[in-house]
């Protein structure tokens, strides 16, 4: 009942930046928290940083001070601007929406979008 799609991911240089997006779509209703996770090979998934609705944000400490999060309530998207990125950022990155809709609450993940910083 609710499709989100990820953008933004790719090979970037130790230092550079990368902006990833994600768009939700479908039954959504009223989303309350949108957010970002993520989880690096033989690791377990990890928060990145979550914004409510409200725009009450929380990061993950590892990525306190070089990344900032933000969303756009009337396109349904988040963003995560992610700078002075480093290696052990490399990792796969997931959306997730948390919200209720007529049909219930829900949970809900992206597919996820790779991010791999390496020189």
């Known amino acids: 009942q609710v499709q989100l799609v990820e953008s933004g991911g790719g090979l970037v240089q130790p230092g550079g930046s990368l902006r990833l997006s994600c768009a939700a779509s479908?039954?959504?209703?009223?989303?309350?928290?949108m957010g970002w996770y993520r989880q690096a090979p033989e690791k377990q998934r990890e928060l990145v940083a979550t914004?409510?609705?409200?725009?009450?944000?929380n990061f993950g400490d590892s990525v306190k001070g070089r990344f900032t999060i933000s969303r756009d309530n009337a396109r349904n998207t988040v963003y995560l601007q992610m700078n002075s990125l480093k290696p052990e950022d490399t990792a796969v990155y997931y959306c997730?929406?948390?919200?209720?809709?007529?049909?219930?609450?829900?949970?809900?993940w992206g597919q996820g979008t790779q991010v791999t910083v390496s020189s």
């Open positions: 997730n929406a948390y919200g209720t809709a007529a049909w219930g609450t829900y949970d809900y």
């Open positions: 479908g039954s959504i209703g009223s989303i309350y928290v």
């Open positions: 914004i409510t609705r409200g725009d009450k944000i």
